[in-house]
């Protein structure tokens, strides 16, 4: 398969209709090869618009989705990022591209080591991996300028906020476990980091994962 060609159908035809066009962040998705951050059994479908489900449970975002979070974070070439729930690693490869640190939590043991090679093979030197779970963050390292949330969430992300440095950008999807569409939402810190203000963007439906299905029953949303 051709997936130079299918990569460059993907961004004529389903990114740039659908409104990513900031040009960085075009580049930094032409020179990422999704496919190789798939299952064996996936990788010839790795550039049609669908979500997937990875071993685990865990979702990979539709390429229309993922370029739009990334695109909503403004990421620039000083960014130390945050990113959250990329089961697969591609996210975190195509932020590497944009900013000058991410920093990638790893849901459970083991869930990155594929894209541990192709992010070695790539030459993505600026990508550190903790462990950790999804609503905590990273408080270690904070703050952080950008974090991206590669998922739904049924309910806001406090302690992610808490984690934003002044002027820093959380961008997430909100959407109940049983709603069938949800809203990208941007977030944004003040620059004396006093105060966040609050944007929805496009409506986009994804897969909730069981771990947040269970979170919609303690969190009013």
């Given at each position: 398969m051709n997936y130079s060609a299918a990569?460059?159908?993907?961004?004529?035809?389903?990114?740039?209709?659908?409104?990513?066009?900031?040009?960085?962040?075009?580049?930094?998705?032409?020179?990422?090869?999704?496919?190789?951050?798939?299952?064996?059994?996936?990788?010839?479908?790795?550039?049609?618009?669908?979500h997937f489900m990875l071993p685990g449970g865990e979702v990979m975002l539709s390429p229309v989705t993922q370029a739009r979070l990334i695109q909503a974070a403004g990421l620039t070439p000083s960014d130390v990022v945050l990113n959250v729930m990329d089961a697969s690693g591609y996210a975190t490869a195509v932020a590497a591209r944009l900013s000058?640190?991410?920093?990638?939590?790893?849901?459970?043991?083991?869930?990155l080591d594929l894209a541990r090679k192709?992010?070695?093979?790539?030459?993505?030197?600026?990508?550190?991996?903790?462990?950790?779970?999804?609503?905590?963050g990273d408080p270690r390292h904070a703050p952080y300028s950008a974090i991206i949330v590669n998922g739904a969430l049924c309910a806001d992300p406090d302690n992610l906020f808490s984690q934003l440095a002044p002027s820093g950008r959380l961008v997430y999807i909100a959407q109940g476990a049983s709603a069938p569409v949800g809203q990208i939402c941007l977030v944004k810190k003040s620059a004396s980091g006093g105060a966040?203000?609050?944007?929805?963007?496009?409506?986009?439906?994804?897969?909730?994962?069981?771990g947040e299905a269970k979170a919609e029953k303690r969190f009013a949303f």
């Amino acid at each position: 398969m051709n997936y130079s060609a299918a990569c460059k159908n993907m961004i004529d035809c389903q990114l740039q209709p659908n409104g990513i066009i900031e040009p960085a962040v075009i580049e930094a998705v032409a020179h990422t090869p999704r496919e190789r951050f798939l299952p064996d059994d996936l990788r010839h479908l790795a550039y049609i618009d669908d979500h997937f489900m990875l071993p685990g449970g865990e979702v990979m975002l539709s390429p229309v989705t993922q370029a739009r979070l990334i695109q909503a974070a403004g990421l620039t070439p000083s960014d130390v990022v945050l990113n959250v729930m990329d089961a697969s690693g591609y996210a975190t490869a195509v932020a590497a591209r944009l900013s000058s640190m991410v920093v990638a939590l790893e849901g459970r043991p083991g869930q990155l080591d594929l894209a541990r090679k192709e992010w070695a093979l790539s030459d993505c030197c600026n990508i550190a991996i903790v462990g950790g779970a999804a609503h905590e963050g990273d408080p270690r390292h904070a703050p952080y300028s950008a974090i991206i949330v590669n998922g739904a969430l049924c309910a806001d992300p406090d302690n992610l906020f808490s984690q934003l440095a002044p002027s820093g950008r959380l961008v997430y999807i909100a959407q109940g476990a049983s709603a069938p569409v949800g809203q990208i939402c941007l977030v944004k810190k003040s620059a004396s980091g006093g105060a966040l203000s609050r944007v929805r963007l496009q409506d986009v439906s994804v897969p909730v994962t069981a771990g947040e299905a269970k979170a919609e029953k303690r969190f009013a949303f």
